[in-house]
């Protein structure tokens, strides 16, 4: 069983995994954060002494290995890469449309609005990114794809599938993932 800290130190990480998520890196407050995860002010420091960014890249880090648990379940059932895409479009466009299009990609809001100009941030968005596209790439391998093919490939395919994500929570619509549904099927094919 969680000990209170490890309970209290859960709480905030997933706080700022939603309010990350929804508002982005300068959208969401340490007072919000706080707040929502029924953290008083004094446990955020003392489980983040580092503060905000510290906070942030736990909570990255925690919905990049959630991300790439789906992928890898839904590697299990896939009989191949195509059908591994679409199920992991279909998953994520499930997740958002459930949350209201309030979330998208849990990684792709900080990558854009800090990767330029904190390191320590952009490190834990491309590490979450190259394990997802590590899954892809072992899909296409096993589908028989030489491996700097598979690695090429599951780069545009993530590049897709993130692309797709982004015009459909901009767009609250799932057409920009039935769209990458047909080009990742026309990659795939090619």
């Known amino acids: ?5 490890e309970q209290t130190r859960a709480r905030l990480i997933n706080a700022a995994r939603t309010l990350v998520e929804e508002r982005g890196y300068f959208g969401a407050g340490l007072n919000e954060m706080t707040d929502a995860g ?9 489980h983040f002494p580092r503060g905000k960014d510290q906070l942030v890249a736990a909570a990255l880090a925690a919905s990049g290995q959630e991300i790439a648990a789906l992928i890898r379940t839904l590697s299990e059932d896939a009989p191949n890469a195509r059908a591994l895409v679409e199920a992991v479009l279909d998953a994520l ?4 449309e459930e949350a209201g299009y309030a979330k998208g990609c849990p990684i792709a809001t900080v990558a854009l609005e800090v990767a330029a100009t904190n390191d320590s941030l952009q490190k834990i968005c491309a590490e979450a990114y190259d394990d997802w596209q590590g ?13 700097d093919r598979a690695g090429a ?12 994500l982004v015009l459909a929570r901009a767009q609250r619509s799932r057409i920009p993932i039935d769209r990458a549904r047909e080009s990742a099927g026309a990659l795939l094919n090619a």
Do not use: F, N, Q
């Not at 466009?93 to 958002?96: E, F, G, L």
């Open 38 to 46: 029924k953290a008083p002010r004094g446990s955020l420091y003392h």
């Open 93 to 96: 466009a499930d997740r958002m």
């Open 153 to 164: 490939l599951a780069c545009s395919l993530l590049a897709l599938i993130e692309g797709a």
């Open 135 to 147: 899954v892809l790439a072992d899909h296409l391998v096993a589908d028989g794809y030489a491996p």
């Open 1 to 5: 069983m969680a000990t209170k800290g």
